[in-house]
């Protein structure tokens, strides 16, 4: 990866975002040392302009940054560097310098699970629920999510919206698996569903 500090005068701003939520915490600068030291010891580190020295954050407050990559743009000049944040990112106690609370949307966990159920598929270890839908077969994972469906109808009939929402899980949950044993992904659901909200779609 190159990096042309030089064209700013040996710095480089560097936008942290954290690696789960995607959300942007702060915004630092860089220079070879600083870049050099995040990568060294895992904790972002930056240049401070104010002080003319490295800084590595939350090494007074404890509210580290945890490394997990670094890109650089096209230009070479800029970098984005996602992070696992160890407490508040701003120096006011705020979660990032914005003001804005750094929580994740559930929905990016259902990627999070798609990966996890794709590594089991993977690795097939042994004393795993998922590992034995796989090797009980199509016909079988195609057969729980028919079962978890009619559970969440029943449940949204008759039942709680607790338990709605529990059934309906275990219902997307063996989806997923189904998906995975098919070779596709619950984001290609997502994008068939993006397709039939644009305008002009029209049902096959």
């Not at 070879?32 to 302009?49: I, N, P």
């Not at 940054?65 to 160890?86: F, G, M, R, W, Y």
């Not at 106690?93 to 798609?114: I, R």
């Not at 690795?123 to 090797?135: C, I, V």
Request: charge should be negative; aromatic fraction near 8%; glycine fraction near 8%.
């Amino acid at each position: 990866m190159t990096i042309d500090f030089e064209k700013c005068g040996g710095l480089v701003p560097a936008i942290v975002q954290d690696a789960v939520t995607k959300n942007v915490l702060m915004l630092g600068y860089m220079n070879a040392e600083a870049y050099a030291k995040t990568q060294e010891t895992g904790r972002v580190t930056f240049f401070s302009r104010s002080r003319q020295k490295l800084w590595t954050k939350g090494e007074e407050s404890g509210n580290y940054l945890e490394l997990v990559s670094i890109k650089v743009d096209c230009d070479n000049d800029t970098l984005l560097v996602q992070a696992h944040p160890h407490g508040p990112t701003c120096h006011t106690g705020n979660d990032t310098c914005w003001g804005e609370e750094n929580s994740q949307n559930p929905l990016l966990f259902l990627t999070e699970l798609q990966d996890f159920i794709e590594k089991r598929h993977e690795e097939m270890p042994e004393g795993s629920y998922t590992t034995s839908l796989f090797k009980d077969g199509i016909n079988r994972m195609a057969q729980k999510v028919g079962e978890e469906a009619l559970e969440a109808v029943i449940e949204a009939v008759n039942g709680t919206n607790e338990r709605l929402v529990y059934e309906g899980s275990d219902m997307l949950y063996h989806l997923i698996v189904l998906l995975t044993e098919k070779g596709l992904r619950i984001e290609d659901l997502a994008e068939e569903l993006l397709k039939r909200h644009k305008p002009g779609w029209k049902k096959h």
